[in-house]
């Protein structure tokens, strides 16, 4: 598996705690533990999204995240829904 | 407003075409139990919804609905891209093929268009509610019919992630059911 599939998996996983977490404490507003854990995933998810932009352009637009780079990197491929079955064996995509 | 995240919420890689497959998935993206019908379901009757808790569960699940409406999409693509004419043919894909090649269409998996008729918008939060534990039920059921018939497990390992979601949604539900019971009881007595 590719450094980048890597990095998606794990902003995958922790994004996936965030999920479910809010939808938790949508219907369990005043649980501390919750909110602890889910500020906590939050942080981590902010700084591996933010890894993941440097390298391989934003995840969102409409001014969510920056345009680092000299062109408009949010229409760079591969789209999401074709993007794990292209990345099979591109050990070197890293832009 | 909404924004756009340019990820799957869950990994969708399918290597080896099937149109059959897709043919029996499509329902999940433009049928009566479908992730589309879903999520216009609660982001439609969340406007209702008299507390807060049961407004921000509708909106988001609603949200995580979209999610997995770009995943079925996903697979449906995936599974039609590549597969020759001849295999469609096999597969009894000949119909779909002939109104809309490989592209992903919001139908049954017996070309039944998308209608908003599989849903309903009562201005009744008990009985929005119900209808979506319901909805959450026949989704699960969906899924697991879909599992069965499916032999890939690159199939079935997000057809697994999509069942499970529909678990916990129903689980939310629930509880938001119980709190607008709470809460329009105490306005009676009151």
């Known amino acids: ?95 | 407003m909404w924004i756009y995240e340019k990820k799957l919420q869950y990994k969708v890689k399918i290597k080896n075409p099937n149109p059959k497959m897709a043919k029996y998935i499509i329902t999940q993206y433009g049928g009566p139990d479908g992730e589309l019908a879903a999520s216009l379901r609660y982001l439609s009757q969340r406007y209702h919804m008299p507390i807060p808790e049961a407004k921000a569960v509708l909106n988001d699940i609603g949200t995580e609905e979209l999610a997995h409406f770009e995943m079925v999409g996903s697979m449906v693509y995936q599974l039609m891209k590549g597969a020759s004419t001849e295999e469609i043919k096999e597969a009894d894909a000949g119909g779909y093929f002939a109104d809309h090649d490989r592209a992903v269409y919001p139908s049954t998996g017996t070309g039944v268009p998308f209608t908003a008729a599989y849903i309903q918008s009562k201005g009744d939060p008990i009985a929005d509610l119900h209808e979506d534990l319901a909805a959450e039920q026949k989704a699960r059921a969906t899924y697991e019919n879909l599992i069965k018939l499916a032999d890939d497990p690159d199939v079935i390992d997000p057809l697994r992630f999509l069942r499970q979601r529909e678990v916990v949604h129903f689980q939310r539900f629930g509880e938001v059911l119980e709190k607008v019971e709470e809460y329009l009881n105490s306005k009676k007595y009151f």
């Open chain 1, 1 to 95: 598996m590719n450094v980048r599939q890597e990095l998606l998996n794990q902003i995958r996983a922790i994004e996936f705690m965030t999920v479910e977490l809010n939808l938790y404490l949508d219907t369990h507003p005043c649980d501390m533990r919750a909110l602890k854990e889910y500020n906590m995933y939050t942080q981590q998810l902010m700084t591996l999204k933010a890894q993941y932009e440097r390298q391989y352009g934003p995840l969102s637009n409409f001014g969510t995240a920056l345009n680092q780079g000299m062109s408009w990197r949010w229409i760079e491929e591969p789209w999401p829904w074709e993007q794990d079955h292209w990345m099979e064996g591109c050990e070197n995509v890293d832009l």
